[in-house]
């Protein structure tokens, strides 16, 4: 405002003096009503500050930015409007909305996601049910995922020992719960920076030990560039499904390595190991790759 009239600061003033008035001396339901007006409001201004459709789920959380825009789901950075926290919040679009197989994915994606907690998988938090009626999964907020990473720089051989040891760790957890994560890849590890605090997000497809994905009406799901032989045929899965994945990342993050070392050599015979067409040419589980993986990063690779 350049040209700012008195008689507008004077009616501003005259409105805040009943509001405080208000707020003061009134019963606390009164303060209460009166307070999630004002926020509110101010929630209303700041859409028009910013110059952009800010939706409002659930009365609590604020879609602040479309982070995913995937066939079937989105996934929007979200303030809580009290709290102030971010997180992640994944949902159907809404042209899905109806979608009984879908529905039915998210909603198993949750209860798998609130049944593991470990420091390497990304938090389910809990799940909203949207005004038309669509499940929305809040999660927590971590800023970046290893495929934007991956492009910043060159990774260093500790780097590459610690990223994998977060997601074998991870995968450690989930395999204890019974379940196979089946889309393991950089678009679905996330972290804030440093690599040793990796965390696997995304149970939308996972399946528990021994299923197939048609058993949910799905010809195929993941990502063929990382997706078993088994997973591609449509066969039932286990531990080593992942650990295929996983041996394909690992020989994706060498690719970003420049050094040349005995080190070097044995992360690259242990990706062929853990990416060996056959499964049961594969370690047994990610504990077993776990330990594969500590000695590949304290021994020379003819040792």
């Known amino acids: 405002m350049t040209h700012d009239h008195p008689a507008d600061f004077e009616e501003i003033a005259r409105r805040f003096s009943h509001l405080w008035q208000a707020l003061n001396h009134g019963s606390p339901e009164t303060r209460q009503i009166l307070v999630d007006r004002v926020r509110d409001a101010l929630d209303r201004g700041e859409v028009r500050l910013r110059d952009a459709d800010c939706q409002i789920v659930a009365n609590s959380f604020m879609l602040e930015a479309l982070i995913h825009d995937g066939a079937a789901t989105r996934v929007y950075r979200a303030r809580h409007r009290d709290l102030g926290t971010f997180h992640a919040i994944k949902m159907p679009r809404p042209d899905h909305a109806d979608d009984p197989v879908l529905r039915k994915l998210m909603l198993r994606e949750a209860e798998i996601g609130m049944a593991l907690r470990h420091p390497h998988i990304a938090a389910t ?26 492009r910043e720089r060159p990774l260093s051989l500790g780097e590459i020992t610690s990223a994998m040891t977060s997601v074998l760790s991870g995968l450690e957890a989930i395999h204890a719960g019974g379940f196979v994560h089946c889309d393991l890849s950089p678009l679905n590890l996330l972290a804030d920076g440093d690599l040793s605090r990796l965390k696997i997000v995304d149970f939308g497809i996972a399946l528990q030990r021994g299923s197939r994905h048609d058993q949910f009406d799905l010809a195929f799901a993941g990502q063929p560039d990382f997706a078993s032989p088994e997973q591609m045929a449509g066969q039932p899965l286990d531990e080593r499904s992942d650990l295929y994945a996983a041996g394909l990342l690992l020989s994706l993050l060498l690719s970003r390595c420049h050094e040349e070392s005995d080190g070097t050599k044995a992360l690259k015979a242990l990706a062929n190991h853990l990416s060996q067409q056959d499964p049961q040419a594969r370690p047994e589980n990610a504990r077993a790759a776990l330990h594969l993986l500590g000695g590949s990063a304290k021994r020379p690779v003819d040792a």
């Open 125 to 150: 938090q809990t799940v909203l049910r949207l005004a038309d009626g669509r499940p929305a999964l809040v999660m927590e907020w971590i800023g970046s995922r290893l495929a934007e990473l991956l």
